[in-house]
């Protein structure tokens, strides 16, 4: 936390005495309050932080900001203090401002990027371009930071305290450029309130978090706060427009004034994907860019990728790079970690894949845009975490049976929930014919493995770049490519 003073009128706050305490930091764990701390007590999906202020209160803090409930339950117990108290309707959007107010600077170019898939990959090729252009860059997500500036994260976005912190070390430390995935939850929880972002994407829409969205309509409206709510109508929006609710979303902020690029395969995008072609270890890519053909290699795996590409190449265009010069780096773009990771290679020339498609459209795209690099057949393995949307689960079996000739279903992080049944749930609707269950995820990657002939190819779907599995309240060590790597080695005689 920055070491300073101010009021709680400098960070636009107003108490409900009417008195002006100074602030020396600011936190929403009690656990963390100092003397002199405002401690936001937020509500929470299980409890409502208001339940800790006299812990917080004990430890030194002069302010609570919270809402009308958490201020009503705090004196309905017969609580007295002489701790001042900031009632707002919405204290998550208001710490989100207070801490922009406190860390008082960031870097001057921050993107956003959102989508159900492709925000890592996304974040991250706007990183690998600006280092390649010698620009001091940064991507934030599901990853970490990665790029000039190392750190492990939690969530794929940050709460409002941690993002704010970390901008303001990333501005302190000469880095000016970041790419940041804005998540459903991040956004729905206002935990990028307060970024001056100079341009935001929306990479495609399908189903996923529907354990924690009341609907498909309710998923869509949060991403939509991106550009909405926290990109101003002087800053580029980038939409991937060859999904229709996105493409109406890129209409109605254009009809508003907003600046407004799109991407397609359509004719009238601005950046028009024509065609692509395949072989082993990459792609020939041709777009039209203001009219103008390109022809770009790409050495990266799946059709998907050349829209998640461009998606960044049009962000860093948007930021005030040459075209031209972007255009001239792509070839150097490697993938994300667990994105269509190559893991390992059979000594009879066969593929293994690492990818984090856990959702029914992010599986059946993974599977497809392999396709046109492989000869023979395409082996999956897939499963569902526990504790999440249920309805989908039947939905990513289907996309696999479809898409891949053989699929084998086995455990994902099952948490809380009993593994079997949630296999049992993927693969009721499907025919037996090609599938192959095996709830150990080692076991089921080394038979997938030794299925594989000359000309095949195997897709490990869901962890993607995750180290570990969670079984119960206990997170086991399993690393995806590395035991893919590992069955190599054992089925191949090299251990």
């Not at 919405?90 to 898939?117: S, Y």
């Not at 309130?193 to 529907?210: E, I, R, Y």
């Amino acid at each position: 936390m920055k070491l300073q003073n101010k009021t709680l009128s400098d960070l636009g706050l107003t108490s409900q005495s009417g008195e002006n305490p100074a602030i020396t930091g600011i936190t929403n764990d009690s656990r963390k309050v100092c003397d002199g701390f405002l401690f936001a007590a937020l509500p929470g999906v299980n409890s409502h932080g208001i339940n800790f202020v006299s812990s917080a209160i004990h430890a030194g803090a002069s302010a609570v900001l919270t809402d009308k409930i958490g201020y009503s339950n705090y004196f309905s117990n017969s609580n007295t203090s002489n701790v001042v108290f900031v009632v707002v309707e919405n204290p998550r959007e208001t710490l989100a401002r207070c801490a922009a107010l406190w860390f008082e600077q960031q870097p001057a170019q921050i993107v956003a990027v959102t989508g159900t898939n492709g925000k890592t990959s996304v974040a991250s090729f706007c990183q690998q371009i600006w280092s390649n252009l010698d620009i001091e860059a940064v991507s934030i997500g599901t990853n970490g930071v990665r790029g000039a500036w190392t750190q492990p994260l939690r969530h794929t976005t940050p709460d409002a305290l941690e993002m704010h912190q970390l901008l303001f070390n990333l501005k302190a430390n000469g880095i000016d450029h970041v790419a940041l995935e804005a998540s459903s939850h991040g956004l729905d929880q206002s935990r990028l309130d307060g970024v001056q972002f100079s341009g935001a994407c929306f990479t495609n829409f399908s189903q996923d978090h529907l354990d924690y969205h009341k609907s498909k309509d309710d998923y869509f409206e949060a991403k939509a706060l991106l550009f909405r709510q926290l990109l101003t109508s002087d800053k580029t929006a980038v939409f991937n427009v060859n999904n229709n609710r996105i493409k109406l979303l890129a209409e109605e902020l254009k009809a508003q004034g907003n600046l407004v690029v799109t991407l397609g395969k359509s004719k009238g995008s601005n950046i028009e994907l024509e065609r692509q072609t395949f072989d082993s270890s990459g792609q020939e890519v041709f777009f039209k860019y203001d009219g103008i053909l390109y022809q770009k290699r790409l050495n990266l795996i799946g059709g998907f990728q050349a829209e998640n590409v461009l998606m960044a190449a049009a962000l860093v265009i948007s930021l005030g790079s040459e075209p031209q010069d972007v255009f001239n780096v792509l070839h150097n773009l490697i993938t994300v970690r667990g994105r269509m990771e190559l893991a390992a290679s059979r000594a009879n020339g066969a593929n293994v894949f690492v990818d984090y498609a856990h959702t029914p459209d992010a599986i059946e795209t993974a599977i497809k845009s392999l396709r046109p690099h492989v000869f023979g057949r395409i082996i999956a393995v897939i499963g569902a975490g526990g504790d999440r949307d249920q309805s989908k689960r039947p939905l990513m079996g289907l996309a696999a049976s479809q898409n891949a000739d053989v699929v084998i279903v086995t455990d994902d992080n099952p948490r809380s929930e009993d593994p079997a049944k949630i296999r049992q749930m993927i693969i009721k609707d499907l025919s037996r014919d090609a599938i192959h269950e095996y709830g150990d995820r080692a076991e089921a990657i080394l038979r997938a493995v030794d299925m594989l002939d000359v000309g095949d190819a195997l897709i490990i779907c869901g962890k993607g770049h995750e180290t570990g599995q969670v079984i119960g309240n206990d997170t086991l060590p399993f690393d995806d490519a590395e035991q893919a790597s590992i069955s190599v080695e054992a089925l191949d005689g090299a251990l």
